[in-house]
């Protein structure tokens, strides 16, 4: 990996760039909003800013909900950076799953059934507050060590946002649901599962959003086969 200003950067995406560096003596993840040409200066310094803004904040409010996300240690909007805790030993939910996969491929959903339990809890308790990802796959999960007692931590609310409208949790599971089945194939019956924890947190409102999820699932059907 190249050297960089904020660290070794280890990821870059669409929007950001994503940096291991230190602060304050302590490991730390620094991600880096960098600025778009093709946007007008003011209009781009506006959008990052808020963007970042509402990552914060999506962050900072699961922690106060009890739900394991990166502690922020700062946020520099000048330099359009977050500074937060670097998950150190972790691996990525795709990776154990992957793991699982290949040690067990004839038992996965007794294999993985704690996990999407855990799972389907944690988001869960995330739309209970109101708290959209935004972008769930199961590379925006990591677990810490012990890896299978299911110690895992939700990253990456780039595309986070607070609302309590059940569309939009339903497009949440929704995504999960296609990040999930193509890139771990045969596992249906494990997200039925994550599906049925989820609902299990708050009965009363999952109902609705279950339903969403359906009617989403619908349109996209209707995308495929007209194009």
């Not at 490991?27 to 959008?47: G, N």
């Not at 795709?94 to 067990?104: M, N, V």
């Not at 972008?135 to 007692?149: A, G, H, I, V, Y």
Request: aromatic share 8%; glycine share 6%.
């Amino acid at each position: 990996m190249q050297s960089e200003p904020f660290g070794k950067l280890v990821q870059q995406g669409a929007e950001a760039k994503v940096y291991v560096g230190s602060f304050l003596g302590k490991p730390t993840v620094i991600k880096e909003r960098f600025t778009k040409a093709y946007r007008h200066p003011v209009l781009d310094k506006s959008l990052t800013t808020s963007r970042i803004k509402a990552e914060v904040r999506s962050l900072a409010r699961c922690r106060i909900n009890g739900i394991p996300t990166p502690c922020i240690y700062f946020v520099d909007l000048e330099k359009r950076c977050i500074y937060m805790e670097y998950i150190e030993d972790a691996i990525t939910v795709r990776e154990y799953i992957q793991q699982t996969i290949k040690q067990c491929p004839n038992d996965l959903l007794n294999a993985l059934r704690p996990l999407a339990d855990k799972i389907g809890r944690t988001i869960g308790k995330m739309h209970n507050v109101d708290i959209i990802h935004g972008d769930l796959t199961t590379s925006n999960m990591l677990l810490r060590q012990p890896f299978d007692e299911g110690n895992l931590v939700m990253i990456d609310f780039g595309l986070g946002h607070i609302e309590n409208v059940s569309e939009d949790k339903g497009v949440d599971l929704y995504v999960l649901e296609r990040a999930f089945l193509s890139t771990h194939p045969n596992t249906e019956s494990v997200f039925e599962h994550l599906l049925h924890s989820y609902s299990q947190v708050n009965k009363k409102a999952s109902i609705d959003v279950l339903r969403k999820l359906d009617e989403v699932r619908q349109r996209g059907r209707k995308r495929t086969m007209v194009g």
